[in-house]
């Protein structure tokens, strides 16, 4: 159940 914030969410995909 990952429901994070849009902020967290984006963080992990920014983290190439």
């Given at each position: 159940m990952?429901?994070?914030s849009p902020l967290e969410i984006m963080n992990k995909q920014?983290?190439?």
């Open positions: 990952e429901d994070q920014a983290s190439k």
